[in-house]
C-alpha cells in the first residue's frame, strides 16, 4: 500500500447521468477527505471521515451528493443527475497529519 | 470558499535562480502547509509548520510563518525545471479537525 488510490482516473458523462468515484485510503489512515478542484483554483473541502463516520459535509455539497466510508476502509462519492457545474477534479485524501493526496478523478459533465 | 490568496499568481524565474511565494490567510490556524501540484495531477505535502513556529526547512524548502500578519513564505533555492509546478499553501483552523482551506496557489514556471 503506497499511497492513496482513486479511480476512475478520468471520467466522461452525460448531463443528468449518475457517477460514482472511488478512493482506496492509506490502510492505516482513519481519516479520509474528499475535495473539489476546478480550474485556476485551488481544492475546497466537500466532506471528512473519520473512520466509518461522515463528520463533517461542506454547504458545497448539495443533495445530488453522497458519500460513504463502509467500515472505514475505501470511500465512495456518488453525484446523482450531474449538471455542467460539477466538472471538477474530484481529490481523496487520508491523514493523520500531513494529508496524502490521491491523483484525483477528472469528472466532465456534457 | 478560499482561505485566502497567494502571491504572486503567476512566476517565471530562470533554472537556478530562487523563488518565493507568499500566503495570506484570514483565521486563528493550528498549522499551514505547503502542496506541490503539477498539472492535472494530485498534490503533494511539501512542509508543515505549526503555529508555533517561525521558520522551518526541508532540502532546498524554507517556510516562513508569521501569525501576527497571518502570512507565510515559501522559498525556493537553485530552482530546477522539475519545480515547475503550482504551489498551494493550505491551513487548518484552530479547534477543527485537520480540515484544511487551500489559497489560490501559485503557477510557477522554471526557465531552463
Known amino acids: 500500500d503506497t499511497g492513496v488510490s482513486q479511480n476512475p482516473r478520468h471520467k466522461i458523462t452525460k448531463r443528468g447521468q449518475n457517477v460514482t468515484f472511488r478512493c482506496d485510503p492509506i490502510s492505516e489512515h482513519n481519516r479520509l477527505y474528499w475535495y473539489r478542484q476546478t480550474l485556476g483554483q485551488g481544492p475546497e473541502f466537500l466532506t471528512y471521515?473519520?473512520?466509518?463516520?461522515?463528520?463533517?459535509k461542506s454547504r458545497l455539497l448539495s443533495d445530488r451528493f453522497s458519500a460513504e466510508r463502509p467500515k472505514g476502509s475505501f470511500s465512495t462519492l456518488e453525484i446523482q443527475r450531474t449538471e455542467q457545474g460539477d466538472s471538477a477534479m474530484y481529490l481523496c485524501a487520508s491523514s493523520p497529519l500531513g494529508y496524502t493526496f490521491g491523483s484525483g478523478t477528472r469528472l466532465t459533465v456534457v | 470558499s478560499q482561505q485566502g490568496e497567494e502571491d504572486p499568481q503567476a512566476l517565471s524565474i530562470q533554472e537556478g535562480e530562487n523563488a518565493t511565494m507568499n500566503c495570506s490567510y484570514k483565521?486563528?490556524?493550528?498549522?499551514l502547509q505547503w502542496y506541490r501540484q503539477n498539472s492535472g495531477r494530485g498534490l503533494v505535502h511539501l512542509i508543515l509548520?505549526?503555529?508555533?513556529?517561525r521558520e522551518k526547512h526541508s532540502g532546498r524548502l524554507r517556510v516562513t510563518l508569521d501569525t501576527s500578519k497571518k502570512s507565510s513564505s515559501l522559498l525556493i533555492t537553485a530552482s530546477r525545471a522539475a519545480d515547475t509546478a503550482s504551489y498551494f499553501c493550505a491551513t487548518d483552523e484552530y479547534g477543527t479537525y485537520e480540515k484544511l482551506t487551500f489559497g489560490t496557489g501559485t503557477r510557477l514556471t522554471i526557465i531552463p
Open positions: 509548520i505549526r503555529s508555533n513556529e
Open positions: 471521515f473519520q473512520n466509518e463516520a461522515q463528520l463533517e
Open positions: 483565521t486563528s490556524i493550528n498549522n
